[in-house]
């Protein structure tokens, strides 16, 4: 996610390869920032009103500066959106993520 590089977004730390060849890349190990609970987790949280407000405002924040930058999520579900305890948002996996500008990212 070179294109939009933004405390919105999980930052990704560190990627490697376990293996000690570098020639076999049959999987990538990711180190991301930790995050507390994905949303799925909060949501069964008995949340007061204005910590509702303030994960949708977040969300809707979130959302419409993607769209800003003419990125489109495409997957995005309560899985793919992690929390810290401050009740901070991220966004995450954009695997199926595409601009209006080109096909992928």
Not at 51 to 72: D, G, N
């Amino acid at each position: 996610m070179k294109l939009v590089n933004h405390k919105i977004i999980i930052s990704l730390l560190n990627a490697f390869t376990p293996s000690l060849i570098s020639d076999d890349f049959n999987y990538i190990d990711i180190v991301i920032e930790l995050m507390n609970a994905n949303l799925c987790q909060v949501i069964q949280m008995d949340l007061d009103h204005e910590r509702i407000c303030y994960l949708v405002y977040q969300m809707l924040c979130r959302i419409k500066h993607l769209h800003s930058a003419e990125i489109i999520h495409r997957d995005l579900k309560f899985l793919n959106i992690v929390v810290r305890s401050e009740c901070t948002l991220k966004i995450l996996d954009f695997d199926l993520a595409r601009t209006s500008i080109t096909s992928f990212i």
